[in-house]
């Protein structure tokens, strides 16, 4: 799983069996963090928040490498827990500037679903994830970013968008820390040549279908 999910030739070396068999035959490495190199550069880190980007579970990382919905399947039962766990948390201080839970002070990061819309998982991947733990939903990571949101911005299928809207179509009318909405995230992410055109209207058609209003 110590594979660099933004560079393609890497990622390619991921095998669905060899992870569904280690899954299998050694279920407790399930439940163990590791030290996989981080896909979030240094300055996507708020100044203002604690964080611990030096490891993480197995099924979160494996998330960002497109697996089948089995491999998900098979690392997440031999931990049920990892769906609710974060991969790098922040924990914005609050008045005290410890970062200690003190009241003003909120969690944030990317729970496995998080990640599975950031790297283009399958709606099969999607719509398990979303089963097992669909509180992931009201996470946010550190620009304010639900799930819905990281899956537009980072081109995901409209297959998966419209899941995520149809489960979760309050999710269609947040904003995130900027005060931009889903829509404007829509519009802005994207360098404006042709695949990217066409990536952007489909979102916001499938906006338009879902939430007429």
Request: contains cysteine; glycine residues 6%.
């Amino acid at each position: 799983l110590d594979l660099d999910p933004t560079d393609e030739s890497d990622r390619s070396r991921y095998v669905d069996a060899e992870v569904i068999e280690a899954a299998r035959t050694d279920p407790a490495n399930a439940s163990c963090e590791y030290a996989f190199g981080s896909w979030l550069p240094p300055w996507r880190y708020p100044a203002d928040c604690t964080y611990d980007a030096s490891s993480t579970l197995p099924l979160i990382r494996l998330c960002a490498l497109r697996p089948s919905r089995e491999a998900v399947e098979a690392v997440h039962r031999a931990f049920p827990e990892a769906a609710r766990e974060f991969h790098v948390h922040w924990e914005h201080r609050g008045d005290d500037g410890e970062g200690d839970g003190n009241e003003g002070n909120e969690r944030r990061g990317y729970c496995a679903l998080h990640v599975a819309c950031m790297f283009k998982a399958s709606a099969d991947v999607v719509t398990y994830l979303l089963d097992e733990y669909p509180e992931a939903m009201e996470v946010t990571n550190e620009e304010g970013s639900d799930p819905l949101m990281l899956a537009c911005k980072h081109g995901a299928s409209t297959e998966v968008v419209r899941l995520l809207v149809r489960r979760f179509p309050r999710a269609a009318s947040r904003k995130d820390d900027a005060g931009d909405t889903l829509l404007k995230r829509c519009l802005g992410n994207f360098y404006f040549g042709p695949m990217e055109i066409e990536k952007t209207t489909e979102y916001v058609k499938c906006l338009a279908e879902e939430c007429p209003a």
